[in-house]
């Protein structure tokens, strides 16, 4: 089975940038990467999708390199709000690949 | 902004009840999803629909069935709701290209307790 794993949590604290990395070595010629964000009791919400290089929208950055066996969603400043449970996707219909999920505490 | 919407936020049935959630998307989605989410099990997809009156077995669908009769909505069945099926109930739609599906959006979750 494919394996997607990412770190289980990181801390940071107001104004940093937050660099949180997934790595999918098995991911197919055809994957997209997805970053989700989670808050408890809520459904994962769309954060960003690349599929090679670099992607940037008005929330965050994903750096995908060359061989695209991992992905790093960027977060350049990130505020308390941004406490969340943060996973990367990758796959498609029944073989899409959640990864392990990562708990990010932002402090002041 | 696709909007996945599942009719209820919170439900409470009982043991043996027969269990209806709906999920509808406004974006012409071909492929709909219906996951469970677990604390230490991540997501596991229970179906998921590629196209009208299509249905595929994902990786938990035993005590589960599905009907999607209109591409924007796809519902879940629990036939006879057992305490075991306490969980958040997630449904996602996207869009598939080229083989790749893509835009996957959630909605906002059910979070079903059987008692």
């Known amino acids: 089975l494919a394996k997607t794993t990412q770190p289980i949590s990181m801390d940071s604290y107001e104004g940093q940038e937050v660099n949180i990395t997934c790595s999918h070595n098995n991911i197919a010629t055809n994957d997209y990467i997805t970053w989700y964000q989670q808050f408890p009791s809520q459904g994962p919400r769309f954060i960003i999708q690349g599929y090679k290089t670099k992607v940037t929208n008005e929330v965050a950055s994903l750096f995908i390199p060359a061989d695209r066996k991992s992905s790093t969603l960027s977060l350049p400043r990130v505020s308390l709000s941004d406490t969340a449970v943060y996973y990367c996707?990758?796959?498609?219909?029944?073989?899409?690949?959640f990864g392990t999920g990562t708990q990010l505490k932002v402090e002041l | 902004d696709v909007k996945v919407t599942q009719s209820s936020r919170y439900l409470v049935k009982r043991t043996g009840e027969k269990v209806f959630l709906e999920c509808v998307q406004d974006?012409?989605?071909?492929?709909m999803f219906w996951y469970r989410q677990d604390p230490g099990l991540g997501l596991r997809l229970i179906y998921f629909s590629y196209d009208v009156k299509m249905k595929e077995k994902g990786d938990i669908p035993e005590g589960y069935s599905v009907s999607r009769e209109k591409k924007e909505r796809f519902s879940l069945i629990l036939e006879s709701a057992s305490t075991n099926q306490t969980s958040m109930y997630l449904c996602?739609?996207?869009?598939?290209?080229?083989?790749?599906?893509?835009?996957?959006?959630f909605g906002s979750g059910t979070r079903l307790t059987v008692v």
């Open positions: 996707l990758t796959g498609g219909g029944n073989k899409l690949t």
């Open positions: 974006m012409d989605h071909e492929n």
């Open positions: 996602a739609s996207s869009l598939s290209q080229e083989g790749a599906i893509y835009g996957y959006t």
